[in-house]
């Protein structure tokens, strides 16, 4: 079997196009323009471009965009002080703290500083514990994008056997409470996993997310299964520096039935998906109809 792609350069582009649009009838019938707060602490290069691009498209789809970008040496206290500053300011409906913050600060202490209700990348705790209560959450955007990409192949996931590769806060454990909300049977695998190889092959469903490059060959997926990878690892091969996944793609993809890329997979989805979160908290914070289509 030859997988077919999953193109989520092409996906964000649609969910990016229904922001907009969002954002269009919200300026228009309420006169609310939605704002999102990117806070990035020290000079972290990869972190100055993914902000970079965060405001961009946040400009693209006809929101506000605000930056703060501090100090490396910034203290706690005057971290805090600018999430309080964003938490009270009533233009402002998603606020995101870039991380990694740098060693000196707390990164649970300032995440959870933000209010809950305009955390559009989902970290908070009572974001957490409402997600995996089945109760009403802002998603964090990773999982949310596979989400949906599943969503759109399958129709229904009930019933599935799907297996996440990888227990981080960030994907792995919401990405299966995700799943686990759309009736899948989920088995969360990691680095302990016995027979880690059989327990893929059972899998309807791979989402692998373990930041190691091409760490799942595809003689572990079972035939047409839908592999999603979220990995994205820089590696050198034959002297260029190339990004590849955390599944072998010319492997896996003689076996899939259908498998996202790297590039141009999960990674363009992460910021569509913040942007759809920043209309979700916007309609939430104004008491008004969510936008269908863009939540778990
Ligand atoms: N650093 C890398 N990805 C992310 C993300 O999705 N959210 C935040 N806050 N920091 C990140």
New binding site residues.
Partial sequence: MTAQIINGKAFAGTVREKVAGHVARLKEEHGITPGLAVVLVGEDPA?QV?VRSKGKQTVEVGMKSVEHKLDADTSEEDLLAVVDQLNNDPDIHGI????PLPGHLNEDLVINSIDPAKDV?GFHISNVGLLGTGQKSMVP??PLGCLMMLRDHHGSLSGLDAVVVGRSN?VGKPMAQLLLGDSCTVTIAHSRTKDLPDVVRRADIVVAAVGRPEMVPGDWIKEGATVIDVGINRIERDGKNKLVGDVDFASASERAGAITPVPGGVGPM?IACLLANTVTACCRANGLAEPEGLTA
């Fill in positions: 972190s993914y995101l703290v870039q991380l990348d955007c990773t960030i992460t």
